[in-house]
């Protein structure tokens, strides 16, 4: 028994630290999900239809990439992060909402604990695509100057 607990808990842990890894990554998994299954339910073949989506998937990531290396103002950088963080709110939130279902019996607790999972997923995607994408180069000044022994 306490072995199946163990295992349980370090299995739920590796479903977190999935979560908040690959939480960035939702908003091209659903555009090639979404096109995918488009061209497949179209009358396309299954090659032809997963070809199109991972397209769609890895053209959704490097648009997103080309969008905050190109903006150089932080808003419209925030803006795009957030564009990409809202998918991965979805998702965290209906993941810990799933979860917590062998927890807990009352409807509203479950829907509380969703909500806190959506705030915290997004939150901690929206931090990260600035990871992901790479975040603005420092300015040369600053740069000599941390470098310059002299002050």
């Known amino acids: 028994m306490f072995i199946g607990s ?5 299995g739920l842990g590796v479903l977190l630290w999935m979560l ?12 090639a999900m979404s096109v995918g299954l488009h061209f497949y339910e179209s009358g396309s073949g299954v090659f032809e239809a997963f070809a199109l989506g ?9 648009i997103g990439q080309l969008l905050v290396a190109v903006i150089r103002n932080p808003w419209l950088q925030a803006g795009v992060a957030l564009v990409y963080a809202a998918p991965a709110a979805m998702a ?3 993941a810990v909402y799933g979860l917590s279902g062998a927890g807990f019996d009352s409807e509203t607790a ?3 604990f969703g909500g ?36």
């Open 110 to 112: 479950r829907v509380v």
């Open 92 to 94: 965290g939130y209906y």
């Open 54 to 62: 991972f397209l769609a998937g890895v053209a959704t990531l490097i």
């Open 6 to 10: 163990l295992v349980s808990l370090l």
């Open 116 to 151: 806190i999972g959506a705030v915290i997923i997004g939150g901690t995607a929206w931090a990260r695509m600035g990871d992901l994408f790479g975040g603005a180069p420092a300015p040369a000044d600053s740069v000599e100057a941390a470098s310059s022994p002299y002050p």
């Open 20 to 31: 908040f890894t690959l939480a960035i990554y939702a908003l091209p998994f659903f555009a």
